[in-house]
């Protein structure tokens, strides 16, 4: 394809008409070329232009560069974003690094985490928990062994926004120390009869931390849970 140069002031300096059809986004490649056109380089291309027009223009009917220094002032916007975007990143990726040492302090301490499942053993249970977002007037704790049989319920009354620890006995309605093994944990409340949300929480020890797939921190858990550290409820 054949270019044109246009004439800039009374002195008949030329630009080349690709460089103009850059700048103005006229030209029939610019939507094949303007993917791989970095901030930087449209930067220096306008630079071009306007030194090339301040020194070829008529000093007695000057060319309007208003136009031409708003563009400009847009593509470092446009650069300055980028590279802001940059460092955000960066200091992302620090403080992920600095999350996960930090997290390794917590290996060997007992967390209270989401879960749905209490080991017992020898008659003793793990510590639990209940998590609220929100004000409640009712909160109750149930517990079933393994066949789906509800062995014990625990009516903690009206709670408070946040984490709430509960300890179970290992014991069931009656009073009596249940059969080790696994029982499933779930947590209801409500707020004037209307049912709000409400998590339990099983405490377990950490037993590593890894890095998840998104790059945050993990707990690897005794209890064979792998848990993000954004989900602990509490330190015991």
């Known amino acids: ?14 630009v080349s008409q690709t460089l103009l059809d850059t700048m ?20 220096q291309t306008f630079l071009q232009l306007l030194v090339t027009q301040l020194q070829n223009q008529d000093p007695t ?6 136009q031409m220094t708003s563009q400009l002032a847009q593509i470092n916007t446009v650069s ?16 992920s690094a600095g ?40 909160v109750t704790l149930t517990i079933k062994d393994s066949t789906g049989k509800v ?18 006995n290992g014991t069931d309605s009656s009073g009596a120390v249940v059969a080790d093994g696994n029982y499933t944990i779930s947590a209801s409340a409500t707020v004037n009869g209307q049912a709000t949300s409400a998590t339990a929480l099983v ?12 790059g945050t921190a993990g707990l690897s858990l005794a209890n064979g849970k792998t848990v993000p550290l ?7």
């Open 61 to 66: 009917s000057p060319m309007d560069s208003s």
């Open 99 to 138: 999350q996960n040492a930090q997290s390794a302090l917590l290996i060997g301490s007992t967390v209270l985490a989401a879960g749905s499942t209490a080991a017992v053993s020898s008659g003793t249970s793990p510590q639990l928990g209940v998590q609220l977002t929100s004000a409640a007037s009712d």
């Open 203 to 214: 405490a377990s020890k950490v037993s590593a931390v890894i890095q998840q797939s998104d």
């Open 1 to 14: 394809m054949t270019s044109s140069n246009t004439t800039i002031g009374g002195s008949s300096a030329t």
């Open 24 to 43: 103005n986004g006229t030209s029939a490649s610019s939507s094949t070329s303007s993917s791989a056109t970095s901030g930087s380089d449209l930067q």
């Open 151 to 168: 062995v014990n319920t625990l009516d903690l009354g009206a709670q408070s926004a946040g984490t709430v620890p509960v300890t179970w």
């Open 80 to 95: 300055g974003i980028a590279n802001l975007n940059t460092s955000l990143t960066s200091l992302s990726t620090q403080l």
């Open 230 to 236: 954004s989900s602990v409820a509490g330190i015991l």
